[in-house]
């Protein structure tokens, strides 16, 4: 496997961390900043695709999930923040 | 090969950014610990991605490293905010402002 692949099962590997403080975290700020994990981390594989197949628009599919992955976790913590729980 | 350097050393500080949510305790510390060990890591893999090959990324990618530097920092804030706010006091009591 190239030094694409294992740049990428790095990165994927790593993500298993956050993942984890997803599935067990106890409060919903844990999940939250596990998003916001994640999210970095599949913009940086993204970007990593990019850069070694020379396809660009796949850069700006990073930018783009980046700054979802940004609002999302924003929006939902404004929401946790005032929800109606 | 400085960018074989750069790009470890993001995997690095990405795995770190990983263990905070292993090791620390209470969502604060976990979100100070994964919050700049993601960004730093990011930042370091995606300057290793310029050095290694620039025609392929460009200042399409300058920008995702800026929005990243920018946003990471504002989305901790975000969540740590929300989670005071809602009660959550971290371990040294944190006075209200």
Redesign the interface.
Known sequence: MGLKGW?EV??LV?????L??LWK?P?L??R???T??LN??V??VL??E???????LL??V??AY??LG?LG??LL??F??RGER | MTSLALLAGGLLLLLLGGVAFLRLQGPYERLQGAGVGDIGGAALFLIGLFVRDWSTTGWVGVLLLLFLLFTGPVATHAVAKAAFVRGLRPKGGGRCP
Request: hydrophobic share 55%; with cysteine; aromatic share 8%.
């Open positions: 740049l790095g990165v790593t993500a298993a961390l956050p984890f403080r975290g409060t700020w844990d939250l900043a596990a916001s994990s970095v981390r913009a940086l970007a990593c990019a850069s070694f197949t020379g396809r660009g850069l700006d990073a930018l980046a700054a940004f976790t924003v913590a404004r946790g923040e």
